[in-house]
């Protein structure tokens, strides 16, 4: 029964503490775009940009294969 004089304040300050980190994420706009995430998941950004492209089809037509 000791234990519930420390136990007991620690809960208050991590129920507090997690309280306040969800009070602050939500005063700093971490939930204001719902919509987005779904949306750049679907984006292509994996594909090579124009001069990335433009320099394989310039070695190809070049001829040369290998490294410069």
């Known amino acids: 029964m000791d234990v519930l004089i420390y136990l007991v304040p620690i809960a208050l300050f991590l129920g507090l503490l997690g309280l306040g980190a969800f009070l602050w994420s939500l005063k700093s706009g971490q939930f204001d775009d719902l919509e ?7 984006s292509d950004d994996d594909l090579p940009d124009a001069k990335n492209g433009a320099d394989e089809s310039e070695t190809k037509r070049n001829g040369h294969g290998g490294a410069r």
């Open 36 to 42: 987005g995430a779904k949306w750049r998941i679907l």
